[in-house]
């Protein structure tokens, strides 16, 4: 089971805490939708690797697109808005929003603030 899918199963209390770490630059919507190619990308050597967290960008902004031709085909309205506008919001690499949605992303992928919930 992904830790996304352990999340999601938490007491209201964490899922709450939870709740806290996504805000419009990084959105529910999309650790939801990434969870299993997220938690398997290494964000800790990402953070410390110029290169490497370019690449990861790139490559989230790829599964990005296959998502939103999905639900394109779905006429999912309120999901093809989301995933534009967040997909608007990282794609530009140099920016300082593109810089802390990456670190959110990292952040997010592990509740630090919850691991007796998480076991």
Request: net charge negative; hydrophobic share 40%.
């Amino acid at each position: 089971m992904s830790q996304w899918n352990q999340v999601q199963q938490l007491e209201i209390k964490f899922l709450e805490q939870v709740d806290q770490f996504y805000d419009d630059n990084f959105p529910m919507e999309i650790r939801h939708l990434l969870a299993q190619w997220i938690e398997n990308q290494d964000w800790e050597a990402a953070s410390n690797n110029e290169t490497m967290a370019t690449i990861l960008l790139q490559n989230l902004l790829i599964q990005l697109d296959e998502h939103l031709g999905r639900v394109s085909k779905e006429k999912n309205l309120l999901l093809i808005h989301n995933l534009k506008r967040i997909r608007k919001v990282l794609q530009f690499p140099g920016s300082a929003t593109a810089q802390l949605s990456l670190d959110q992303l990292g952040e997010a992928y592990i509740p630090e603030a919850m691991p007796e919930a998480c076991s």
